[in-house]
């Protein structure tokens, strides 16, 4: 696919829903009892294989139309006949596996090829303290075996801030006798507090300054719910900023996501002058929602606080795009974790930009992007780039390229689908130049 420089965007759009939520949706769902009804389930790769993870453990798992989705959960987990495969999806596994280790049985896990590489042992790690056990390729890597049942108590703290480590953890601590204890020591999103509470289970969270120990209390039961899904902020971002980057651009986005452990990127635009209004804030399904508008906004660099990672970790591919067009440099700082996501995506998303006329710093756990390398600020463009199967990577170039002087075009456009199915048609309706 390729991108090509494009005219003013415009218009009104609803981001696909939030992925996070989609996946803990199914799958609490599953482990509950009862009927749960999700309306507007994000229908791409990664919450599709979830689904069909959550029929393989015994859920009823039905679609009732577009973004609709029943799930008859039976109050736990039976042992899947065959290997489950999550694809591309870090946060499936990891969620599954924790959901999964509180009942005595074994589970063999797989994935594709960027999932094969990520690391499992810093969910194996608190697993292993409360009780389960497994096997697996060095490293921790998939495929792996679960066998879990009889877990007790831990109270683990968090080595790396991770939404989807602690969600595993409160997950099997769900089935553990006396419950689980995550200490963290930076908040990361709390969609698995939120929705738990929502099944009908007590968590309680205490906070000692940025810390927080979240108290799943032991023999809990979850019953089935409706669930509302939001429009998830780390797809409206690619529209958002291509609205920012393309002169004469006014694009809103309804019904997005506003939870406050992920709303970084919204502050860190508004930080570089972006032109963003923010209307009509309501309430949906236990979370706050708004429609947000960006206007073409001639952005300053900054230095992002590197304690916003937790609330924008996703957003910085798509946030280097946004800097590369700014005046002066945008430094972002603690940002290891992004080496380990669906790509290295501070080595990807360096090369992409250096090989689009951008200049970039690129250290350990840390990007800086300099500017454009060229007198006049305008970005080059003009590279086809590798995005090693990195849906993220992919959308952010892409954007790039509906800006630069000369075309951009990614390897792998299909990997979209992970997370935003309906991408090209969306940005092409607001007028972006998108081709095969
Ligand atoms: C997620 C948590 C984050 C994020 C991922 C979704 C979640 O991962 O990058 O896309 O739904 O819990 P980490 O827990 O690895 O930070």
């Not at 009104?12 to 799958?27: C, E, Q, T």
């Not at 945008?330 to 689009?356: F, W």
């Amino acid at each position: 696919m390729t991108a090509t420089r494009s005219g003013p965007l415009k218009g009104v759009l609803r981001a696909p829903g939030d992925k996070s939520i989609s996946h803990r949706a199914l799958i609490l769902g599953a482990l509950a009892s009862g009927v749960t009804e999700v309306e507007g389930l994000l229908e791409g790769e990664d919450v599709k294989r979830t689904a069909a993870a959550m029929a393989a453990f015994g859920a009823e798992v039905e679609r009732l139309g577009e973004g609709r989705w029943r799930v008859v959960g039976k109050g736990g987990f039976s042992e899947p006949a065959d290997v489950v495969d999550c694809g591309n999806a870090g946060t499936g596994v990891r969620l599954i596996m924790g959901a999964a280790a509180g009942f005595a049985m074994s589970a063999t896990f797989t994935g594709d090829a960027s999932l094969r590489g990520r690391p499992m042992m810093r969910v194996l790690k608190p697993l292993g303290e409360m009780g389960a056990t497994w096997m697996c390729r060095a490293g921790g890597r998939l495929p792996l075996t679960l066998q879990g049942g009889l877990l007790k108590h831990v109270a683990y703290r968090l080595p790396e801030p991770s939404a989807q480590v602690k969600s595993a953890v409160l997950l099997a601590g769900l089935h553990a006798n006396g419950g689980a204890e995550v200490i963290e020591p930076e908040a990361t999103r709390d969609h698995t507090e939120r929705m738990l509470r929502a099944f009908g289970a007590e968590v309680d969270v205490h906070e000692h300054g940025p810390e927080r120990h979240i108290i799943l209390p032991g023999g809990q039961k979850l019953n089935g719910i409706k669930v509302v899904v939001p429009g998830d902020p780390s797809s409206a971002a690619f529209p958002l900023v291509a609205a920012l980057i393309t002169p004469g651009s006014e694009v809103t986005v309804e019904g997005m996501l506003l939870n406050p452990l992920r709303i970084g990127l919204l502050e860190t635009l508004g930080d570089m002058g972006a032109d963003l209004s923010v209307t009509n804030v309501r309430e949906e399904g236990g979370e706050t929602v708004a429609d947000v508008t960006a206007r073409h906004s001639q952005l300053v660099g900054v230095d992002v606080p590197p304690e916003r990672a937790p609330s924008m970790i996703d957003e910085y591919p798509i946030l280097a795009v946004a800097a590369a067009f700014a005046d002066g440099p945008t430094a972002m700082r603690g940002i290891g974790e992004m080496r380990v996501k669906e790509s290295d995506r501070i080595a990807l998303m360096a090369a992409g930009l250096t090989a689009c006329g951008v200049a970039v710093e690129e250290g350990p756990d840390s990007l800086t992007v300099v500017g454009a390398v060229r007198a006049n600020h305008g970005v080059k463009g003009g590279a086809r780039v590798t995005t090693h199967g990195d849906h993220r990577i992919a959308m952010s170039h892409l954007i790039l390229g509906l800006a630069s002087d000369e075309p951009v075009a990614v390897d792998e456009p299909g990997m979209i689908a992970t997370s935003f199915p309906g991408f090209f048609d969306l940005m092409r309706s607001l007028g972006a130049e998108i081709s095969a």
